[in-house]
């Protein structure tokens, strides 16, 4: 059993929107990642999403409205819900979600990163 370093983990990663594996939680990654800028539209068909913000500001943009999670706040986006995030400064998040969630969801791009679990 690791203890994790949130300020030491965030402190290694150079990339914004590459999240990187911190931790698994039976069948669910516990992932970190700055964020900074817009992301994509997407959602995800059969995964939910949480994003905790531990340092700064996150707006989630839906179709219909934005949701601003502040530091220390989460927000759960359910699956098929499309969404994107977007970061005016640097952003510190906290994902949660099943270890397939590809981080573009039903979007393949440039940004799409892949890890060894996913569908």
Request: no cysteine; glycine share 6%; aromatic share 6%.
């Amino acid at each position: 059993m690791d203890k994790v370093n949130l300020a030491a983990t965030f402190a290694q990663i150079d990339e914004t929107w590459s999240p990187t594996i911190a931790g698994r939680v039976n069948d669910m990654h516990v992932k970190l990642a700055k964020l900074k800028g817009e992301f994509v539209w997407h959602h995800h068909d059969h995964e939910d999403e949480l994003f905790l913000v531990v340092k700064g500001r996150l707006v989630i943009r839906l179709r219909d409205g934005q949701i601003v999670v502040d530091e220390g706040e989460f927000v759960i986006i359910p699956h098929g819900v499309e969404h994107m995030p977007v970061a005016e400064e640097e952003v510190h998040v906290l994902l949660f979600e099943p270890a397939t969630t590809r981080n573009t969801g039903n979007v393949q791009n440039e940004r799409t990163i892949h890890h060894p679990d996913e569908l």
